[in-house]
């Protein structure tokens, strides 16, 4: 299993880097472009919650996988597997980031990231400014996006399966033009996902020494 998450994960980097989006403004599509994005716009808007597996391989090219959590409207979560320190939470606007390695917890806005796209109340990528292409591609429909504040230039271009739609992966550029690529397996939806689920991390007591 391990195996075929890894393989994956390749495979959603090699699909996405021969991407070669055009860019848009809102209501500038062509109509089978506008009707692609209102198609995409009901499959995310009928999402209350999701979990999967997800593996995801890093600007380095180094490799991580855990469990992905998302409950919509504003809440997502990334746990990472051991060994990795990190655990990502996205609640009330904000994107938490903790490494209990370092017994750190760092907040950011969410609307500095491109993933807040996925977490809307009410989806609708055609007129959302933040997106600026749609294409379809080896029997997906990928959709790029930039985040919605000027202070960041990081993008995402999300993948759906098709004509089955699925969210299946993500390509994520920071500021720095490192990409990050993340593959989904294993996805629910509608599951009973609990509140605490999502509570903002907090920093690990001290240890008592001896």
Known sequence: ??????????????????????????????????????????????????????????????????????????????AYNPPSPVLIVATDGDIYVKNSRLNTVDRTSLSETPLDILLNRDVDLRHNPAVTGVEEQQGSLIVHARANTTRSQSNISLVFSYPVLELRQWMVKDNQGGVTTVALTGVQTGQTLPDALFAVPAKDAARKTN
Do not use: C
């Open 1 to 78: 299993m391990r195996r075929l998450a890894i393989l994956a994960a390749f495979a959603a980097m090699n699909l996405l880097g021969a991407a070669a989006p055009a860019t848009h403004y809102p209501g500038t599509y062509t109509a089978p472009e506008a009707a692609i994005l209102d198609k995409l716009s009901a499959y995310l808007n009928s999402i209350h919650t999701l979990k999967s597996n997800f593996v995801q391989l890093g600007p380095e090219g180094d490799l991580a996988q855990g469990e992905f959590d998302l409950s919509r409207p504003g809440k997502l979560r990334f």
